[in-house]
C-alpha cells in the first residue's frame, strides 16, 4: 500500500507512518500477539482439522462437523496444501500475514472511490485504523477465515462503488462473484447479497434481463454450499461457540433481541468519536418521534434480554458493565443511548435500515462476539451507508489523534485485559 504514496513526496511522512503500522504487526507476530484473546485457541483447534485434511481429505471432508468448528472449511483446505508438503508453522503465519495486508490496500480503494476529491491523507489515516483493529491483527497473526472473508467483502464494496459511479452492468457481475467467494470464506457476509441486490433491482428493474442473470449466478454459485450443508447433511454452522452450551441447544437465533441490543451497542462504539467531533451529522435525535420509536425497541428487547454474561462475549460495553458493576444496568444505560443516536441516523433512508437488519442477521448465533464487527462496522460505516459525513473535518483541530487514540485506547485495553486475567 506504500505504493499509493511513492510517487508523490508530500506523503513521504504517511509512508513512514504506514511502514510504522507494519513494523508493529510483524512485532506482535513475534510475540504472538492475541489481541481478541481466542485467535491463538481457534488458530490450533483450526489446525487440527487442516492437517486431517493433509492426511485423509475426503474422510475430512465428509466428517467435518464432528470437528466441532463453526469456521468454513474453505480457508482450511488451503492451509492443508501447506501442511502437506510440509512448510514450517511459522513460515505459513506469516505468507498468511503479508496476504491480510490486501484489507487496507482495498479499504484504501473503496474510500479513494467513495471521497475522491478529499485530501488522500485523510484517507489513509482512515485506513491506518485498521491496524488498530483487535481483530484484523490477531487473525492476521493467527490465521482465521472471516478475515480473508472481510478482504473479499470489502472489495466486492469496492465493485459496488464502481458499478454506483459507472452503472456499468460488469460490476454488479464482479460484486455478485466476489462475494460469493466471500461467503464461502465466511458465511457471515452471504446476507448482504440482499444489500446488493436490491440495489441492483433499484436500478434496472424487477423484472430486468440484468437481475435475472444476477440471480442465477447468484443461485449456481451457492449450489456447492447448499449441497454440502443440505444434501451431504455437513452442517458445522451449527456447532456452538460458546463457552458453557451444550451440543444439543439452539444457537441460531435463540433470542433476536439480545442480538439487536448487543448489535445496537457496538456499532454506536465504532460511531462515537466521528458523532463527538461532528464529522458525522445526527439530526433529530431528539424529536418526538425518535424517542418514541426508540423507547418502543428498547422496551421489546429489554423485556426479553436474558444474555448470559458466562457464556463469553457480548460486546464492549456489556463487559464493561458487568465487569465493573456486575450487573448490566450501565449496557441498557448505553444501549438506550445507541438506540436513539442510530435511529435518528438510518431512518431518513431504507438502504441503511436493511443494512442494520443484514448486520443484525449476519450474527444469528447465541453468542455474539466484539470481534465479529471489529473492523467490519468501521468500514461498512465509510462506505455503503449512506450517511452526511463531513470527511474533511477528521484533520480539523486534530480530530485525527483523538480518533487514533480512541482506537489505541481500546487495543491497549484488549492486550491488558489478556494480561490482568492471566
Request: overall charge positive.
Amino acid at each position: 500500500m506504500s505504493l499509493i504514496f511513492s510517487n508523490n513526496n508530500s506523503y513521504r511522512n504517511e509512508t513512514i507512518f504506514f511502514l510504522f503500522l507494519y513494523v508493529t504487526l510483524i512485532t506482535g507476530f513475534i510475540f504472538g500477539e492475541n489481541s481478541t484473546g481466542g485467535a491463538i485457541s481457534d488458530y490450533y483447534n483450526q489446525k487440527y482439522v487442516s492437517q486431517g485434511f493433509a492426511a485423509e481429505f475426503l474422510k475430512t471432508f465428509y466428517e467435518y462437523e464432528t470437528f466441532g468448528t463453526r469456521h468454513s472449511p474453505v480457508l482450511i483446505i488451503f492451509l492443508s496444501l501447506f501442511e502437506r508438503i510440509n512448510i514450517p508453522d511459522t513460515l505459513i503465519r506469516l505468507i498468511h500475514l503479508h496476504l491480510c495486508l490486501l484489507l487496507p490496500f482495498v479499504f484504501y480503494r473503496c474510500l479513494d472511490k467513495k471521497f475522491g476529491k478529499i485530501d488522500k491523507k485523510i484517507l489513509f489515516f482512515l485506513v491506518s485504523l485498521i491496524f488498530l483493529s483487535p481483530t484484523f491483527r490477531s487473525l492476521a497473526i493467527w490465521p482465521d477465515s472471516r478475515l480473508f472473508g472481510l478482504i473479499l467483502f470489502t472489495l466486492s464494496i469496492y465493485f459496488f462503488l464502481q458499478f454506483e459511479e459507472s452503472k456499468d452492468f460488469k460490476f454488479a457481475i464482479y460484486n455478485v462473484l466476489v462475494l460469493a467467494f466471500s461467503a464461502y470464506l465466511s458465511p457471515n457476509f452471504s446476507v448482504f447479497s440482499i444489500f446488493f441486490l436490491i440495489n441492483f433491482i433499484l436500478y434496472y428493474g424487477f423484472f430486468s434481463r440484468q437481475i435475472l442473470y444476477l440471480v442465477i449466478i447468484n443461485l449456481v454459485l451457492a449450489l456447492p454450499a447448499l449441497y454440502y450443508i443440505f444434501i451431504l447433511d455437513v452442517n458445522f454452522l451449527l456447532k456452538s461457540a460458546a463457552i458453557g452450551i451444550k451440543g444439543d441447544e439452539k444457537i441460531i437465533f435463540n433470542n433476536l433481541f439480545n442480538n439487536i441490543l448487543i448489535t445496537f451497542s457496538i456499532i454506536i462504539f465504532y460511531i462515537l468519536p466521528f458523532w463527538f467531533l461532528k464529522i458525522i451529522k445526527v439530526n433529530n435525535i431528539l424529536s418526538l418521534k425518535n424517542i418514541l420509536i426508540s423507547i418502543f425497541i428498547f422496551s421489546i428487547c429489554l423485556f426479553n434480554f436474558d444474555y448470559n454474561y458466562s457464556f463469553s462475549g457480548g460486546g464492549v460495553f456489556f463487559k464493561l458493565s458487568n465487569y465493573f458493576f456486575k450487573n448490566n444496568y450501565l449496557f441498557y444505560f448505553i444501549s438506550f443511548f445507541s438506540i436513539l443516536i442510530i435511529c435518528s441516523l438510518i431512518s431518513k433512508k431504507y438502504t441503511n435500515i436493511l443494512l442494520f437488519i443484514l448486520i443484525v442477521l449476519n450474527n444469528p448465533q447465541y453468542t455474539i462476539y466484539h470481534k465479529y464487527f471489529d473492523p467490519f462496522i468501521l468500514i461498512a460505516f465509510l462506505t455503503i451507508f449512506s450517511f452526511k459525513l463531513d470527511i474533511k473535518k477528521v484533520y480539523y483541530k486534530k480530530n485525527y489523534l483523538l480518533i487514533f487514540a480512541y482506537f489505541l485506547v481500546f487495543l491497549i485495553i484488549s492486550n491488558l485485559k489478556l494480561i490482568l486475567v492471566v
